[in-house]
């Protein structure tokens, strides 16, 4: 969701790119809230870090619980930002209750992402 805002809001500052420190694939409830917002992310991936790039980049931002943590060592010239976000692939109950919580995550990115441009 971060990368699909990010392209919109970002993409005359930076060259906006997402990965992790591992791949799940493309959940279907970000997917479609992220519809529900106008952006269309079905064709993004679930991409794995690509160290090399990771120390050349500018700006990195960490999402969601333990992902500052886990994340390889920066460059020192590479600014971070850490956004505590709740995983919203963990929400448990009803699909309406998941969904809720995929939209209020989703909200909370776009409020980030608005910010940094």
Known sequence: MAEGYAKIFLKNKYEVQSAGIE?????????KVMAEDGIDISKQKSKLIDPNYLKAS???IT????AKDRCPVLSEHTRSIHWPLAD?????????QKLAVFRQVRDE?????SKLG
């Open 23 to 31: 791949t799940h694939g493309l959940n279907p409830n970000a997917v």
């Open 58 to 60: 500018d700006l990195v």
């Open 63 to 66: 999402l969601c619980g333990d």
């Open 88 to 96: 919203p692939a963990q929400a448990q109950g009803t699909d309406k």
């Open 109 to 113: 990115i776009k409020e980030y992402v």
